[in-house]
Protein backbone atom coordinates (compact mmCIF):
# COMPACT_ATOMS: atom_id res chain seq x y z
CA UNK A 1 0.00 0.00 0.00
CA UNK A 2 0.97 3.69 -1.33
CA UNK A 3 1.48 5.82 1.98
CA UNK A 4 2.15 9.64 2.13
CA UNK A 5 5.73 9.38 2.05
CA UNK A 6 6.21 7.69 -0.91
CA UNK A 7 4.11 10.15 -3.06
CA UNK A 8 5.42 13.16 -1.06
CA UNK A 9 5.77 15.14 -3.89
CA UNK A 10 2.29 14.84 -5.06
CA UNK A 11 0.04 17.05 -3.20
CA UNK A 12 -3.15 15.97 -4.83
CA UNK A 13 -2.53 12.26 -4.90
CA UNK A 14 -1.95 12.16 -1.08
CA UNK A 15 -5.47 14.19 -0.06
CA UNK A 16 -7.19 11.70 -2.29
CA UNK A 17 -5.57 8.83 -0.36
CA UNK A 18 -6.32 9.93 3.01
CA UNK A 19 -9.86 10.64 1.66
CA UNK A 20 -9.93 7.43 0.65
CA UNK A 21 -8.72 6.02 3.78
CA UNK A 22 -11.13 7.96 5.85
CA UNK A 23 -14.22 6.68 3.32
CA UNK A 24 -13.06 2.74 4.05
CA UNK A 25 -12.84 3.71 7.68
CA UNK A 26 -16.59 5.41 7.96
CA UNK A 27 -17.77 2.16 6.03
CA UNK A 28 -16.04 0.01 8.79
CA UNK A 29 -17.38 1.80 11.21
CA UNK A 30 -21.07 2.13 9.60
CA UNK A 31 -20.54 -1.88 9.22
CA UNK A 32 -19.95 -2.39 13.02
CA UNK A 33 -23.16 0.04 14.20
CA UNK A 34 -24.95 -1.79 11.92
CA UNK A 35 -23.60 -5.34 12.79
CA UNK A 36 -24.32 -4.41 16.61
CA UNK A 37 -28.19 -2.74 16.24
CA UNK A 38 -28.70 -6.10 14.44
CA UNK A 39 -27.59 -8.21 17.43
CA UNK A 40 -29.15 -6.36 19.67
CA UNK A 41 -32.70 -6.22 17.77
CA UNK A 42 -32.43 -9.98 17.40
CA UNK A 43 -31.83 -10.35 21.31
CA UNK A 44 -35.09 -8.49 21.79
CA UNK A 45 -36.58 -10.27 19.34
CA UNK A 46 -35.93 -13.33 21.48
CA UNK A 47 -36.81 -12.16 24.26
CA UNK A 48 -39.88 -11.85 23.25
CA UNK A 49 -40.59 -14.65 22.08
CA UNK A 50 -39.25 -16.36 25.54
CA UNK A 51 -41.77 -13.90 27.13
CA UNK A 52 -44.58 -15.44 25.14
CA UNK A 53 -43.36 -18.51 25.23
CA UNK A 54 -43.37 -18.26 29.30
CA UNK A 55 -47.03 -16.45 29.02
CA UNK A 56 -48.73 -19.25 27.08
CA UNK A 57 -47.27 -22.08 29.39
CA UNK A 58 -49.20 -20.36 31.98
CA UNK A 59 -51.99 -20.09 30.42
CA UNK A 60 -51.77 -23.65 29.24
CA UNK A 61 -51.34 -24.73 33.26
CA UNK A 62 -54.52 -22.56 34.01
CA UNK A 63 -56.63 -23.98 31.27
CA UNK A 64 -55.61 -27.59 32.08
CA UNK A 65 -58.55 -29.30 33.94
CA UNK A 66 -57.53 -30.64 37.32
CA UNK A 67 -57.22 -33.93 37.99
CA UNK A 68 -60.45 -35.60 39.43
CA UNK A 69 -59.60 -37.02 43.08
CA UNK A 70 -59.88 -40.49 43.04
CA UNK A 71 -62.57 -42.04 45.56
CA UNK A 72 -61.03 -43.60 48.70
CA UNK A 73 -60.02 -46.80 48.64
CA UNK A 74 -62.59 -47.95 51.32
CA UNK A 75 -65.67 -46.47 49.21
CA UNK A 76 -64.57 -48.87 46.96
CA UNK A 77 -64.37 -51.74 48.84
CA UNK A 78 -67.80 -51.36 50.64
CA UNK A 79 -69.25 -50.58 47.08
CA UNK A 80 -68.37 -54.54 46.96
CA UNK A 81 -69.49 -55.55 50.05
CA UNK A 82 -73.10 -54.26 49.49
CA UNK A 83 -72.25 -55.92 46.32
CA UNK A 84 -72.02 -59.34 47.88
CA UNK A 85 -74.71 -58.16 50.62
CA UNK A 86 -77.56 -58.18 47.99
CA UNK A 87 -76.35 -61.57 46.50
CA UNK A 88 -76.93 -63.05 49.60
Same mark, same amino acid.
Given at each position: ??? $??????? *???? %????? &?? @???? =? !? $??????? *???? %????? &?? @???? =? !??????????????????????????????????????
Amino acid at each position: MLT $ANDLHHD *ALLV %RKIKR &MQ @QAEA =R !E $AEEENEA *AEQA %REEEE &MV @QMSQ =R !EVQRKSRRIEIKMSPSPTPAPPSSAVSGMSALGAYERQ
